[in-house]
């Protein structure tokens, strides 16, 4: 039987975390009395610096922030060299699996090696501090040692989705002109050796289109398959990299150094590069790791199911977990493959304690059914976490009581790339949690959610969500534009972050996510979230996963148009020669429930089942691509999208019966 919701029950603390978490509620007081002196804390504390920082925060050129004024320190060293020197050189640092399930066990003091290898060979290709790296890799070791070397040697690198196109890489390149490229052979994806370094050649073939920064290419052997070389660019990794010299002096950079350069992931538009800097990043992302998942080194097992293309893999792959020094685990491909319960075996392999993903990934998981979790231990689970999308409180309700036992907390994380670390989440040991809230900003952390006029709403109420103080991790800025960077986050309230995205306060003052502002319908003069909606329609039994978008109407201004995936059962008895009167009938009962759980002013015009729904790489929903649809225009940029074929797909399946 599907579950039923639910959003009523909250949940607290198990006591025994409640009184051994690393967080414990004096880290609200400590921030609270002094947000400054309790950062500094944090990134004394947390880091190992060179030099010592003589100011915390100069926001006198305001938007322009600069964190730990006058420290310097090496990124590189912090994550890796510090934990060989104290004596956990053989912790190992990374559980690695490849998708056709070769394995790999990389100890803090491999990674040492293989990251000064890959610093001095970046060097022999003539890289400099501040030189821009380009990095286009699957999900490999090697991917985190690139990174690690360029942190090290103070280039800034410029990581792209191995998935996207050779004109999403060629346009990043240009953007960072960049003066190397890292990438592979190959990847596996889906029981498929997938081509990278063809991608490459495309990207920089034709001076005349671009790629004219890059000097040479840096290629590591995966897949073996067949590639194209061109002599005095390309050279490979196994040749300079694993040859070069596992001697190499760390030099310190200050602080407000730039680590690198992130696209956003494109759900709402063109992406932005986002620029982070060393020192308040580093604070913010091993902070954030520490406490929002009760880290102890010594003894978890973690593993966040990101990719390292997307800021959750920056963040909470390499930068936050190996600079807390923890064990961790890394998958390249996907969950299906070669069946659908390849997580759940390598949670039992390695005894996973913590599991970080994304609402996408719980609810495909919703999909297939929780028969395919019954046959493994999951038991060495002690805590969940949630990225990337509101999660509904269906999928936070399944996520916690078929992969955590219903033992386990869920910690609902809200950030974004441009705040490079979580900004408001639970904290396990403190919150008494509620399905489908991010609840509060962490200790440090001020956040606000302001009316059309830049007021404060009153518990119970919807509007903006804004950062209203600084913060260590916060972008530095867009790459190469900061008129984007003033216009886009601190013109629609002046002196405040606007985060993009609407969020309700509820009665206890808890955050909501509603999705993006730009999302938000106007519906008869009322104005409806998508991310309710969804939840609504996902609490249904029939449906795993929902879409919502508003597309223009005559009447009503805009009407809510809704996409659709059936759970596996529901899907069968619809899908049959002759089922159309069935399939009638759910999409009645789908639009009365949300009419029900809402109002009927939020009951859908539409409900279109559909196999697909159109996502980035790192997951999302793509909603302007379903408002194009819902509207019958030519779908807008799709360069970030996971999968080009869907929104073809959708459209062919609306051609048929509506
Ligand atoms: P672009 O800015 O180019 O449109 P993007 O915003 O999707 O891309 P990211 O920085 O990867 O790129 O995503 C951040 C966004 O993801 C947030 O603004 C928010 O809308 C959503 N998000 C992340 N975590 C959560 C969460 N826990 N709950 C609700 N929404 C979340
Ligand atoms: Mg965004």
């Known amino acids: 039987m599907p579950d039923e919701a639910t959003t009523q029950e909250t949940y607290p603390p198990p006591p025994d975390l409640a009184r051994d978490a690393v967080a414990q509620p004096e880290l609200y007081a400590r921030a609270d009395a002094d947000r400054l002196a309790f950062w500094a804390d944090q990134a004394r504390t947390l880091l190992d610096w060179e030099t010592d920082f003589t100011q915390t925060l100069d926001w006198d050129r305001a938007p322009f922030a600069r964190w730990f004024v006058g420290g310097r320190l090496n990124v590189a060293h912090n994550c890796v060299d510090r934990h060989v020197e104290a004596g956990n050189g053989d912790r190992v640092a990374i559980h690695w699996e490849g998708e056709p399930g070769d394995r790999r066990t990389i100890t803090y003091a491999d990674l040492a090696r293989d990251v000064r290898r890959c610093a001095n060979a970046l060097e022999g290709l003539g890289v400099k501090a501040g030189d821009r790296v380009a990095l286009y890799l699957p999900m490999i070791p090697e991917a985190v040692v690139a990174m690690l070397a360029c942190a090290r040697i103070g280039a800034p690198h410029s990581v792209v989705f191995g998935g996207f196109s050779a004109d999403a890489l060629r346009n990043r390149v240009d953007d960072a002109e960049a003066v190397v490229v890292v990438t592979a052979d190959g990847g596996y994806r889906r029981g498929a050796a997938a081509p990278l370094k063809a991608s490459v050649d495309e990207a920089l073939g034709d001076p005349a289109r671009g790629g004219r920064s890059v000097r040479s290419v840096l290629v590591v052997r995966r897949t073996g398959q067949d590639v194209a070389w061109t002599e005095g660019r390309d050279v490979w990794w196994h040749d300079v990299v694993d040859g070069a010299s596992e001697e190499h002096e760390a030099q310190a950079f200050d602080a407000e150094h730039p680590l690198y350069i992130l696209y956003t992931s494109g759900t709402t538009g063109k992406p932005k590069g986002i620029l982070h800097t060393s020192g308040g990043y580093l604070t913010g992302a091993a902070y954030t790791h520490r406490n929002v998942f009760d880290v102890r080194p010594e003894t978890d097992v973690y593993w966040c199911a990101a990719d390292i293309g997307w800021v959750t893999g920056h963040s909470y792959i390499v930068y936050g977990p190996l600079a807390n020094g923890v064990t961790q685990v890394m998958y390249e491909g996907t969950p299906d ?145 900061d008129d984007r960077y003033v216009e886009t986050y601190w013109s629609r309230f002046p002196g405040r972050y606007f985060a993009g995205d609407g969020a309700r306060l509820d009665e ?76 009638a009938a759910l999409v009645k009962e789908l639009r009365d429930h949300v009419a029900r759980e809402i109002s009927p002013i939020a009951k859908p015009r539409q409900v279109l089942v559909v196999a697909e729904l159109p996502k980035t790489r790192s997951g999302k929903i793509m909603r302007r691509l379903l408002r194009d649809v819902a509207e019958g225009r030519e779908a807008g940029d799709v360069t970030t999208l996971a999968d080009s074929s869907v929104m073809g797909t959708i459209r062919a399946g609306l051609q048929g019966p509506a």
């Not at 997580?343 to 297939?368: C, I, N, S």
């Not at 998508?530 to 109407?553: F, K, M, R, Y």
Request: overall charge negative; aromatic content about 8%; some cysteine.
């Open 337 to 481: 493959t070669p069946t659908r319960e390849r997580w759940w075996e390598v949670v039992e392999r390695y005894g996973v304690t913590l599991l970080y993903t994304a609402p996408t990934t719980v609810r495909t998981f919703m999909k297939w059914g929780a028969d395919l979790l019954s046959g493994h231990d999951l038991s060495s689970l002690r805590l969940l976490g949630s990225v990337g999308e509101p999660i509904n409180p269906e999928a936070w309700g399944w996520y916690r009581r078929h992969v955590g036992s219903d033992r386990t907390p869920v910690v609902d994380t809200w950030w974004q790339t441009e705040t490079g670390s979580i900004m408001i989440s639970p904290l396990p040991g403190i919150t008494t949690t509620k399905p489908g809230s991010a609840q509060r900003p962490l200790p440090g952390i001020s956040a606000a959610v302001l009316d059309d006029t830049g007021a404060p709403v009153a518990d119970g109420q919807a509007g903006y969500l804004v950062l209203t103080e600084p913060w260590p991790s916060m972008l530095r800025g867009i790459w190469g534009d």
């Open 508 to 583: 206890d003052g808890d955050v909501w996510l509603l999705g993006r502002v730009d999302d938000v319908m106007n519906v008869s003069g009322h104005r409806l979230s998508t991310a309710e909606i969804e939840s609504a329609l996902v609490s249904h039994p029939s449906v795993a996963e929902a879409a919502v978008v508003g597309a223009a109407d005559d009447t009503t201004g805009q009407a809510v148009c809704a996409f659709v995936i059936l759970r596996a059962d529901a899907a069968r008895a619809v899908s049959g020669e002759g089922d159309e009167a069935d399939a």
